[in-house]
């Protein structure tokens, strides 16, 4: 075994707050900690170069490896956001807020390597149902894909490998033919969460969010899966139709438009500038836009 490995963790009011807001949370967390390994998850959940595990029962999710460099400091950022209950005022003001819930920053060590850490509830809201189903498969089936969605930062018909942990805007335009099966009153809902959420990020400089998003077909017969079904997530986090579920959220909102950063937005075609502009363009996009 490791005889230099320990674990801490800083901001505990900050974040015991945080999970206060929701019923129970601490003693589920308590119980999943306790309960069993983490698991890893596939390649390609973390496209920043982090890795991701599952917590038993697959609610929460811890990050390893947040950035803490000259370009990007996602460690410090975090913190910045919890510190002043800035997050907690936001998730209170608007408890349909699409941000990722933050519940933990961690240091840790393990021999000679070094970490930093978040944890965070699961995107999907424990809502994630498996891959795809097999070509030719029998009926019933519930069939599920997540996309990491960004707008006009990232080449639209860029693709990931269909089998990877997370698809990306190719793949969706591909997969889900670039929009989603969603009615105009419940993309209002999402368009008016995303609003609030990215004026949030702006105003603490923040860019290079995705969001993320489930697709899963509802299945039939006694396969079936909804925004109802256990665990019950309200719009807008979740929308469904007849046909298709999905569950909605900003994740990775830690990179804050730093010195650096903007430099290397310029040579990059602006890439970060306007993050907020462009990703609500591309919910309009997909998501019903009136005339």
């Given amino acids: 075994g490791l005889d230099d490995c320990w674990v ?14 929701s019923a129970g949370l601490e003693r589920q967390l308590a119980e999943d900690l306790a309960a069993g390994p983490i698991v890893p998850m596939g390649a390609g959940a973390g496209r920043s170069g982090a890795s991701f595990g599952r917590l038993h029962g697959g609610r929460f999710v811890l990050k390893l490896g947040l950035r803490a460099d000259t370009m990007v400091n996602e ?56 891959p795809p189903c097999p070509a030719g498969g029998r009926e019933p089936c519930v069939a599920s894909r997540r996309y990491d969605l960004k707008g006009e930062s990232r080449p639209q018909h860029q693709e990931n490998k269909e ?28 368009r008016g969460a995303a609003g609030r959420d990215v004026e949030f990020l702006a105003a603490r400089n ?10 899963a077909a509802r299945g039939r017969g006694d396969v079936r899966q909804g925004c109802d079904e256990p665990p019950r997530v309200p719009e807008p986090r979740c929308a469904q139709s007849e046909r298709r579920m999905y569950t909605f ?37 997909i998501c019903g836009r009136p005339a």
């Fill in 75 to 130: 460690f410090r950022s975090l913190g910045r956001l919890v510190a002043d209950d800035a997050l907690l005022r936001h998730f209170v003001s608007h408890p349909g807020s699409l941000i990722n819930r933050p519940y933990g920053r961690l240091h840790l060590r393990l021999g000679g390597l070094r970490l930093h850490a978040a944890l965070l509830a699961d995107a999907t809201y424990s809502k994630d149902v498996g």
């Fill in 163 to 190: 089998d990877s942990w997370c698809l990306i805007n190719g793949n969706f335009n591909k997969l889900e033919g670039g929009k989603l099966d969603m009615s105009e009153d419940q993309c209002a809902q999402l």
């Fill in 8 to 21: 801490e963790t800083d901001h505990h009011g900050a974040f015991r707050r945080l999970r206060g807001l």
């Fill in 206 to 215: 923040i860019s290079d969010y995705s969001l993320m998003v489930l697709a």
């Fill in 249 to 285: 959220g900003f994740v990775d909102f830690l990179t804050p438009l730093t010195d650096a950063r903007a430099a290397e937005s310029f040579f990059r075609g602006f890439k970060y500038h306007d993050y907020d502009a462009k990703i609500l363009d591309f919910i309009g996009k």
